[in-house]
Nanobody
Framework: HVQLVESGGGSVQAGGSLRLSCAAS????????MGWFRQVPGKEREPVAS????????YYVDSVRGRFTISQDNAKNTLYLQMNSLQPGDTAMYYC??????????????????????WGQGTQVTVS
């Protein structure tokens, strides 16, 4: 089955950058969509960005658009999240997610955590 392993989190000062990686096993079908979500204690998991592997089309939540970039490396089966101009409000546990059937992935649905079947364990990002 699909396994997702995140890495790249850490502590950084405001204005700095980090690149998160998500190593994905058994994610080879172009119909997959993948995403990054984040969560702070006591709050619901919120969407950050998502990508449809077949077309590389992307969506971003407004608060990160222009600062974060989601991308894929098919040869390495790896999903990335380049995060620039980090702010304290970006502090959270970041999770990688994957959905094998991207048929219903669109502007209205990409941000629903319930739409993704597979999740990684998360990587912590702290911005001070």
């Amino acid at each position: 089955h699909v396994q997702l392993v995140e890495s790249g989190g850490g502590s950084v000062q405001a204005g700095g950058s980090l690149r998160l990686s998500c190593a994905a096993s058994r994610v080879t079908d172009a119909r997959f969509c993948m995403g990054w979500f984040r969560q702070v204690p006591g709050k619901e998991r919120e969407p950050v960005a998502s990508i449809f592997l077949g077309t590389s089309y992307t969506y971003y939540v407004d608060s990160v658009r222009g600062r974060f970039t989601i991308s894929q490396d098919n040869a390495k089966n790896t999903l990335y999240l380049q995060m620039n101009s980090l702010q304290p409000g970006d502090t959270a546990m970041y999770y990688c997610a994957a959905e094998p059937d991207g048929e219903n992935w669109n502007r209205a649905t990409w941000d629903r955590a319930s739409g993704y079947d597979y999740w990684g364990q998360g990587t912590q990002v702290t911005v001070s």
